[in-house]
């Protein structure tokens, strides 16, 4: 099995490219709002480390948006225990798709949590500022200091660059991004 993963800056497109593939894709922001509403042991975990701001359940991103705003080091233990079970869920899904010839991991904090191999084909998504802050702009409930704090937190985007086997110009064509998708292909395959 080939793993690929998807790098990138927030809002860089990753999960539209992801997509455009046309194989399994470990989706972690999905997976991440799946806890926040349905795993009650990360809300006990959560609500035992912060709980000035984890009081119910199902989470809401205003509990998550207001504990990472009021404390620098807040992010970094929501990110501690969401991960570890993000993890999981992505040994899951390869157990599950160990059939399938490509895989696609579109994990924010791929490189960040290591949680890639040697052997993954990293692909690094490039877009342009301007693109990337309009459809930021879009999102509901975009906060530019939230925004901010993740970035913090993250590897410089050239250095996500340099470790990539592929950089995929995204323009947010679907044309131009399978074209693009498809040289890769056939380079790998």
Do not use: W
């Amino acid at each position: 099995m080939i793993k690929i993963g998807i790098l990138g800056d927030i809002g860089s497109g990753k999960s539209f490219v992801s997509k455009c593939f046309g194989y399994p894709v470990f989706n972690a922001d999905l997976e991440v709002s799946k806890l926040y509403q349905k795993d009650k042991k990360i809300f006990n975990k959560l609500k035992k480390v912060l709980p000035n701001y984890f009081s119910s359940f199902p989470i809401n991103k205003s509990q998550v948006s207001k504990a990472i705003l009021s404390e620098k080091k807040n992010l970094r233990k929501i990110v501690k225990i969401i991960h570890l079970e993000i993890k999981k869920k992505m040994i899951n899904f390869l157990k599950k798709n160990k059939k399938r010839k490509i895989v696609i991991l579109d994990i924010p904090l791929l490189l960040e949590n290591k949680m890639n191999t040697k052997k993954d084909i990293l692909i690094f998504i490039q877009s342009k500022r301007k693109d990337i802050l309009k459809r930021l702009k879009k999102r509901p409930n975009f906060n530019q200091q939230i925004l901010n704090k993740f970035k913090s937190i993250q590897l410089p985007l050239d250095y996500k660059k340099r470790k990539s086997d592929f950089i995929i110009i995204n323009n947010f064509k679907k044309k131009s991004v399978k074209r693009d998708i498809n040289i890769i292909l056939k380079k790998i395959l």
